[in-house]
Structure formats: C-alpha cells, structure tokens
C-alpha cells in the first residue's frame, strides 16, 4: 500500500518565524510531489510542487525534496497569521494513472 | 466566476434517503475526481474519471455510485445514505498533464446524514 505520512499537528509558530512542514512516502517509484494549502473549511488549494531532489523556492515558500530518503518537507519563512491553515502533502505514485496519494495534513498555527 | 462548482453547498438528509451531489467544471479539463474528507483522515478517492466514457473505482467506492454526464459535469449518488457519509465532499478537477498533475478543487458540500 502507497501510504504518505504527515505529523497532524498542530504545529505552532511564533509570527516571524520559520514554519517546517515534513512528509514521508513509502513508494520509492514517486514522481512528483505537490504541497496543498487548506483552509479551515475551504478547498485545497496548491502551493508548491516539486520534482527534482533538492530546493525549490518560490517566494517565502521552500520546497525541499531527498528521494533516497523519501522526504519532503515545506518550508514558510516570516510566517504570518494568514498562513494558519492545514497543509496537505501529495505525491504521484509509480504505476501510470497519475492520481495523487494525500498525506492527512499538518495543521499549523501561526500565532502573534 | 469559479472554476469549479458544486451544488449543493450544503445538504442535511436522513438514513436511506437518495442524494445527488452535482459537480460542473469550466476549465476544460478531462479528469474529474470525487473525495470525501473526514476530520483526521485527509482526503479519500471515492470515483474518478478520465474522460466522458471512463469511470474508475477510488479507495472507498462503496455506496457510492457516480456518472459522467458530459466532459464538464461529473455527479456522485448515495443510493441510501447512512449516517457514516457524513463528510465534506469535494470535486476536483485535472488536465492530466502526467508527472505535473495538478488538482483543483470545487468548494465542497458538506453533508449530513441524520
């Protein structure tokens, strides 16, 4: 079974402080991985994907994959109030159909 | 306008009545998707779909079934509800661009089976 792995949480962070999210997939075959932003009742949302080992920044977000060890994380700088929310990890597994697995989320609390 | 919509928003229903929750898209894409979404366990496939004659069997189909009416409409049905369906339900939507694969996500209708 192709599971994805999330810390429920929550999470809570000082505003202005460093925000780090993580996530572990148990298909080594994985492709692509997608990080999602949930408000309390709202839809996901994307923020970030990522498919290459290594960085990707974009704004005060920072996606950071490591294949080998089947981790990724999301990283929010300076964070803001406005960035409490749950965080939802994705990844395509191998096998073709290209439908994302869902981590169960991380919710994260950004306090004053 | 939005993207993708969902009607209804939200639905109160008793054990053994039939539902139909609608989902209508505008972004032109093939791949349509069915979730629920139950506090603690994220969100669960129920059907999905990849093109108007394709229909595809999620990780909890049960007492579920859906159709696909047209590339832009995708419905689900509770045939008899029970009160484990309550859940906020999602549609969403993808272009099916492979390794870029990219959800978008209708609203939600929140149900309530009594």
């Known amino acids: 079974q192709k599971e994805v792995e999330q810390n429920s949480g929550p999470l809570s962070v000082p505003e202005g402080a460093i925000a780090s999210l993580n996530c572990t997939y148990s298909d080594r075959g994985s492709q692509s991985f997608f990080w999602y932003r949930q408000y309390s009742g709202k839809s996901p949302e994307l923020i970030m994907s990522i498919y290459s080992n290594g960085d990707k920044e974009d704004g005060r977000f920072t996606a950071q994959l490591n294949k080998a060890s089947q981790y990724v994380s999301l990283l929010i700088r300076d964070s803001q109030p406005s960035d409490s929310a749950t965080y939802l990890c994705?990844?395509?597994?191998?096998?073709?159909?290209?439908?994302?697995?869902f981590g169960r989320g991380t919710s994260l609390i950004v306090h004053p | 306008d939005a993207d993708v919509t969902q009607t209804p928003r939200n639905r109160i229903t008793k054990t053994g009545k039939r539902i139909m929750l609608e989902c209508s898209q505008t972004?032109?894409?093939?791949?349509m998707y069915w979730y629920r979404q139950d506090p603690g366990l994220g969100l669960r496939l129920i059907y999905y779909?990849?093109?108007?004659?394709?229909?595809n069997k999620g990780e909890i189909s049960d007492g579920y079934s859906v159709s696909r009416q047209a590339q832009a409409k995708f419905s689900l049905s509770l045939e008899s509800a029970i009160p484990n369906q309550t859940a906020l339900y999602f549609c969403a939507t993808s272009v099916g661009l492979a390794r870029q694969e990219t959800q978008y996500f209708g609203p939600g209708t929140r149900l309530l089976v009594l």
């Open positions: 972004k032109g894409h093939d791949r």
């Open positions: 779909s990849f093109d108007v004659k394709d229909i």
């Open positions: 994705a990844v395509l597994t191998s096998g073709g159909s290209y439908i994302p697995t």
